[in-house]
């Protein structure tokens, strides 16, 4: 009795569950957003309608064509007032059967000649997009559950068919379009007939589903039901099965998944017959998957019913192959977004990484890079009813392609290459076999920080269109002032452009830090568009860590693009501050030591807010700018709270030293294991020479005239009277000021070198010159003579003769021109043959050929003859008038005749002197008392050029 309560209450109490589980599923439904407040609630994407075609319709065998199902709802639709525009791709409001489809537009619309919205298969390509499928989870283990259409796939094709290519089905008498599970890319196995008596099974395999398929082709699908059903009331006219292959004893898919393959290729299908009860033979067909993700919520809502929690985002990431490769890759991630753009959780994203394809399969015979991209979907399976299935783009293929990335740099401690500026890793992308407290995630409190946001703009036709920026800046970090010292007083960043050829840089300036409603910092900017191939836009933010306690963690904080064709996220890395290391000295920071003696630095670390201290702690010294780990004792004991060191330096005359004679700094510092970097403590040592390079000369004061030259002089050596070789020497020279260097090229050893060095006038200003001089061994530095150079500057100076400057001819005689020259300091001139006299006559038809004459006493005698003089009476006429017109011929002429007279000595120069010679136009007149006159005319080219006469 007591058995049969216990079941009838085990029974009421399984009902009264089942029936609050029912009525939770139904509330669940009854809470579910309607497709208007979906719709209006759609996150912010592109402007997509000019770069996409929408084919209206597919023929078919019989009877009306196929619709397609797809259609633009464009930005601020009176029913959805929606903020974008979406392509709704299945409509709950639909037949049962529906296929959608639409593709990139392939060439310009306004040039044919010109590609347009294409994927080109030689460059990286991203596909940043919101995913809407509509207000139902599936659940094929669910009896109860609800129901929802096929799913979509992302398409890269190269069908012949180009905008028309869809699913159709394999038998060449049922080729319409084919729905279901096909998603409208894979082929489908659905006949309606009896296979012919010719075909047989063979290997696994019935109909060619391939040749049914979009060709030349991968999808991506993101499929909403599993489809597993081997037949379906035992018939051919439907096709259940494509997700019904296993492997291993597993199914090769679960639950709703996203995987790919090759649609027209035969080895992504197999086929399979079974025998009814009755004996009738029917077909079913399975798909294989690659890159599988499993059991995911691509349909309806999971915890969350609101409209935030609608839309899922996608993207995908295509990597070209190297040359002479056909081996690209994908990386596909889902549900990586929330709706305001920030980061999910990098351990909850849904993701495959770098999955090797095929893209010979995609560019077929005809081996085009340039193929189309696109979205298909379907419904109709026997599972499935029409469902609003939508999409809004952020990112498309050959539109606008960018990456935007973001990295950190702590400024203060050292990269693996020894430098500073080691690149932080984000925490949140941490793989699980990894520790937080890898140094690769961690900083020190007070360390100097770099932020970097970097967009590279990879291809597109059309460019982002202007860019917005909103920067959340990451907590427990200070940006302020003086961080780079290289920056402008008010300035804690920069933006930089660069085309690859010139960077244009912008300062971000301290004021631009504003808060947002949370009080939370950000930043707003406007940073322009990016077009160009490569072009890369890069803002740089300096801050410092500043943790109120330690360690703490850091988190993402996000970062916007937008654009009218391009918007994006970033997330800054997520970071871990630690205690901060301390060094303190318990030593002199002043020490003066001996040439031969070693010596010792000692002080103390530890960690500022009381850390224990790091075994693997390490200290280096920087010794006249060059560091090495250093030598001698640190001594950290177990749960210490510091550690002493105490550093052996070897003496400036031990051959591996770095110390030189004279004043050194050495900075010592440590870094423990977490890549902590301390302050430095700076040391001053004083290396006590053992000898003095000296310098001597007899002669300091020099004069000479400009043209001339001098020597400078000195004698070398040490004071004790070492050997040296002079290569070794470096003799510097400041010369008013200037410093010039100069090494002896003799190579055996000395105990003192004369060292000489012309000096020439035309080298030194005209006045006092000085020239400081000293030498250097790559040790030590002698002391300086002080020379001083007096140089004198003296003129070659011309004199006219004045009353031969001006003059005014009345006869053909030669005419003399008269003056004198001398230097300015009424030196002798030197040269043998004397100064040159150099004069060009220029007159009314131009400038004669200078003529030159040499004197040695310092006078200007010059004979200038009428361009006539020596001409012989009875010369040919012609000729005469040769003479006459040659502007060229030397001599004086009829009206002005100016002479420029210059004196040169082959060093000077003189100034010039100008002589006026005028020679009046004289009329000739015969007269005779003969009253008998014959006139004879000489004519040239039938005009008369003279005429004499004879009486």
């Known amino acids: 009795m007591k058995k049969k309560k216990l079941c009838v209450i085990t029974l009421a109490l399984f009902f009264i569950s089942f029936l609050i589980g029912f009525l939770e599923i139904n509330n669940v439904l009854a809470a579910a957003p309607t497709k208007e407040e979906v719709y209006k609630a759609a996150p912010e994407g592109i402007d997509v309608k000019e770069f996409l075609t929408l084919p209206e319709e597919y023929s078919r065998r019989e009877g009306e064509p196929f619709k397609n199902q797809a259609t633009i709802i464009e930005k601020g639709n009176s029913t959805y007032n929606n903020p974008t525009e979406i392509i709704q791709m299945l409509d709950s409001g639909g037949d049962q059967n529906q296929i959608a489809a639409f593709w990139g537009t392939y060439k310009d619309p ?14 990286r390509q991203t596909i940043s997009a919101w995913i809407y499928l509509g207000d139902t989870f599936y659940d094929e283990t669910d009896p109860e559950s609800g129901k929802t259409s096929d799913g979509i796939a992302l398409v890269i094709q190269n069908d012949s068919r180009g905008d028309l290519a869809i699913a159709r089905g394999a038998q060449e008498y049922f080729e319409d379009p084919a729905y279901g599970e096909t998603l409208g890319v894979w082929g489908s196995g659905q006949d309606g007939y009896d296979p012919p008596s010719n075909k047989t099974v063979l290997s696994g395999r019935t109909f060619d589903l391939d040749k049914s398929a979009i060709q030349n082709s991968i999808a991506l699908e993101f499929d909403t039901i599993r489809n597993a059903n081997k037949f379906v009331m035992y018939t051919n006219y439907i096709d259940d099965f494509f997700d019904g292959l296993s492997t291993s004893g597993s199914n090769m898919v679960k639950g709703q998944h996203i995987a790919f393959g090759y649609p027209g290729e035969s080895d992504t299908y197999e086929g399979f017959m079974e025998t009814s009860f009755l004996g009738l033979e029917y077909f079913h067909y399975g798909l294989n998957h690659k890159g599988q993700i499993h059991n995911l919520y691509l349909s309806g809502y999971d915890f969350d019913e609101s409209t935030d929690n609608s839309w899922r985002h996608i993207t995908v990431d295509y990597t070209p192959p ?15 977004k929330n709706y305001d753009g920030t980061a999910k959780s990098y351990r909850n994203w849904d993701k495959r990484i770098n999955q090797e394809i095929d893209i010979s399969k995609i560019k077929g015979d005809s081996g085009n890079t340039k193929v189309r991209w696109g979205f298909t979907a379907a419904t109709g399976s026997p599972n499935s009813v029409p469902k609003d299935y939508a999409i809004l783009f952020q990112q498309m293929p050959n539109v606008a392609n960018a990456d935007a990335s973001t990295s950190l740099y702590d400024l203060s401690q050292y990269d693996s290459s020894g430098k500073l500026g080691r690149k932080i890793s984000d925490l949140e992308k941490k793989e699980t076999t990894e520790s937080k407290d890898d140094p690769k995630f961690n900083v020190s409190n007070k360390d100097k920080l770099r932020f970097d946001y970097e967009i590279i703009y990879n291809s597109g036709f059309t460019g982002t269109g202007e860019l917005t920026t909103v920067i959340n800046l990451p907590e427990q970090v200070d940006f302020k002032l003086g961080i780079n010292e290289d920056l402008a007083d008010d300035t804690i960043g920069q933006i930089i452009y660069s085309d690859g050829n010139n960077d244009k840089t912008t300062d ?32 740089q933010l300096y801050g410092q860590a500043n943790a109120d306690k330690t360690s703490t963690t850091v988190a993402n904080k996000h970062i916007s693009y937008k654009g009218q064709y391009y918007i994006d996220d970033a997330m800054s890395p997520s970071f871990i501050i630690n205690d901060s290391l301390e060094a303190e000295t318990t030593d002199e920071l002043t020490k003066d030591v001996a040439y031969e003696d070693d010596f010792n630095l000692s002080g103390k670390l530890k960690y500022t807010n009381g850390s224990k201290m790091d075994s693997d702690t390490k200290v280096y010294t920087v010794i006249n700018g060059k560091t090495r780990l250093a030598n001698g004792s640190l001594m950290i004991a177990s749960d210490e709270l510091s550690a002493d060191f105490d ?27 977490m890549n902590r970097v301390s302050n430095s403590i700076e040391y001053t040592i004083n290396v006590a020479d053992f000898t003095n ?134 030196s002798k001139f030197t040269s043998t043959d004397g100064s040159k006299v150099s004069y060009v006559i220029k007159t009314e038809l131009g400038e004669q050929d200078p003529v030159a004459v040499y004197n040695t006493e310092g006078k200007i005698d010059l004979r200038i003859k009428p361009i006539l003089n020596n001409v012989t009476v009875g010369i040919d006429f012609n000729d005469f008038d040769k003479i006459i017109k040659d502007s060229k011929h030397p001599g004086l002429r009829e009206g002005k005749n100016e002479i420029y007279v210059t004196v040169q000595d082959g060093t000077y120069k003189s100034n010039t002197l100008v002589y ?22 000489i004519f040239h080219d039938n005009h008369p050029k003279y005429t004499y006469y004879i009486y």
């Open 322 to 336: 190297t040359e002479g490769s056909n081996a690209a890759h994908i990386s596909y991630i889902y549900n990586d």
């Open 508 to 539: 971000i300036s301290v004021s631009d830090i504003t808060t947002d409603a949370d009080g939370n910092q950000i930043i707003n900017l406007k940073l322009g568009a990016l077009k160009v191939e490569n072009e890369k836009l890069s803002i």
């Open 693 to 826: 390079l000296i310098i001597t000369s007899d002669k300091l004061d020099h004069s000479l005239y400009t043209h001339q030259k001098s020597s400078l002089e000195a004698t070398l050596k040490y004071d004790n009277d070492a050997d040296f070789y002079p290569s070794i020497m470096v003799w510097h020279h400041i010369i008013n000021g200037e410093d010039f260097t100069y090494i002896y090229d003799k190579n055996k050893p000395v105990a003192s070198l004369d060292y000489s060095r012309e000096v020439l006038g035309t080298d030194l200003k005209v006045g006092k010159n000085t020239i400081d001089v000293y030498v250097t061994d790559g040790v030590r530095k002698s002391n300086t003579l002080t020379y001083t150079y007096d140089v004198l500057e003296k003129e070659l100076i011309a004199k006219a003769d004045e009353s031969t400057q001006n003059i005014t001819v009345d006869n053909n005689d030669p005419v003399t021109l008269l003056g004198s020259f001398y230097y300015s300091d009424n």
């Open 647 to 673: 550093i052996s330096m070897i003496s400036a005359s031990t051959n591996n030293s770095w110390l030189k004679v004279g004043e050194n700094k050495v900075q010592v510092y440590a870094v423990d294991s």
């Open 110 to 123: 306004n040039d044919n000649s010109k590609y347009y919205n294409y994927f080109d298969l030689t460059k």
């Open 916 to 937: 006026t010679i005028n020679v009046p136009k004289l009329h000739s007149e015969i007269t005779t008392e003969s009253p008998v006159i014959v006139a004879r005319s």
